[in-house]
T-cell receptor, first 116, second 118 residues
Framework: AQSVTQLDSHVSVSEGTPVLLRCNYSSSYSPSLFWYVQHPNKGLQLLLKYTSAATLVKGINGFEAEFKKSETSFHLTKPSAHMSDAAEYFCVVSDQVDTGRRALTFGSGTRLQVQP | EAQVTQNPRYLITVTGKKLTVTCSQNMNHEYMSWYRQDPGLGLRQIYYSMNVEVTDKGDVPEGYKVSRKEKRNFPLILESPSPNQTSLYFC?????????????????FGPGTRLTVT
C-alpha cells in the first residue's frame, strides 16, 4: 500500500524568501509523484511530476522538486516566494499496479501563506 | 479549451433526497474519477472508470453510485444523501496508461462541487 505524508499543515514565509514544502512517501513499486496546487475556490492544477526520469523536476511558476529515493522524499521548493503562491499544495503518489488502476493517493495538504 | 466541467458548483440538500452531480470532459480521456475533499484528509477517491461501461470502487465508495454510458460524461449519484457526505467533490480525467509500468498521465480536475447535506 502506498501513502503520502506532508510534514507541515501550514507554512508561512515572507515574500521574496525561499519556500520549502516537505513530502515523504511510501510505495511498494517505483512511484510516480506529483505536486498539485489548489488556489481558493479553484480546482487542482498540476505543478510538476516525477515519473522515473530526471530526479530534479522543474514545474510551473518557478517551482521544482527533487526525488530522493534513499530518503523517500519529494520536497517542493521555490527560490523566492510571490504573493500569488499563497494556496494549498498537495503531494500525490501514484502506484503502478498490474490492474492498471491509476489511483492517486493524496497527502493531507500544506497551506502556504505568503506575508508581504 | 480543454477542461473538465462539473454541475452544480454548489448544492444544499436534505437527507434522503436523491441528487446527481454531473461531470463532463472534452479531452477524449478514457479515464475518469471522482474524489471527495475533507479538511485534513486530502482527496480520497470515490469511484473511477477506465472507459465506457467500466467502473470500479475507489477508497470511499459507500453511499455513492456512478455510471459511464458515454466517454465524456461521468455522473456521481447519491441515492440517499446523509450529512456525512457533506464535502467538496472533484471530478478528474486523464488518458489511460498501459498496464504494468506504463506511462503515468496527469489528471485534469474540475472546479469542484461543494455539497451540504442537512
Amino acid at each position: 500500500a502506498q501513502s503520502v505524508t506532508q510534514l507541515d499543515s501550514h507554512v508561512s514565509v515572507s515574500e521574496g524568501t525561499p519556500v520549502l514544502l516537505r513530502c515523504n512517501y511510501s510505495s511498494s513499486y517505483s512511484p510516480s509523484l506529483f505536486w498539485y496546487v489548489q488556489h481558493p475556490n479553484k480546482g487542482l492544477q498540476l505543478l510538476l511530476k516525477y515519473t522515473s526520469a530526471a530526479t530534479l523536476v522543474k514545474g510551473i511558476n518557478g517551482f521544482e522538486a527533487e526525488f530522493k529515493k534513499s530518503e523517500t522524499s519529494f520536497h517542493l521548493t521555490k527560490p523566492s516566494a510571490h504573493m500569488s503562491d499563497a494556496a494549498e499544495y498537495f503531494c500525490v503518489v501514484s502506484d503502478q499496479v498490474d490492474t492498471g488502476r491509476r489511483a492517486l493517493t493524496f497527502g493531507s495538504g500544506t497551506r502556504l501563506q505568503v506575508q508581504p | 479549451e480543454a477542461q473538465v466541467t462539473q454541475n452544480p458548483r454548489y448544492l444544499i440538500t436534505v437527507t434522503g433526497k436523491k441528487l446527481t452531480v454531473t461531470c463532463s470532459q472534452n479531452m477524449n480521456h478514457e479515464y475518469m474519477s471522482w474524489y471527495r475533499q475533507d479538511p485534513g484528509l486530502g482527496l480520497r477517491q470515490i469511484y473511477y472508470s477506465m472507459n465506457v461501461e467500466v467502473t470500479d470502487k475507489g477508497d470511499v465508495p459507500e453511499g455513492y453510485k456512478v455510471s459511464r454510458k458515454e466517454k465524456r460524461n461521468f455522473p456521481l449519484i447519491l441515492e440517499s444523501p446523509s450529512p456525512n457526505q457533506t464535502s467538496l467533490y472533484f471530478c478528474a480525467s486523464s488518458r489511460t496508461p498501459g498496464l504494468a509500468g506504463g506511462q503515468v498521465y496527469e489528471q485534469y480536475f474540475g472546479p469542484g462541487t461543494r455539497l451540504t447535506v442537512t
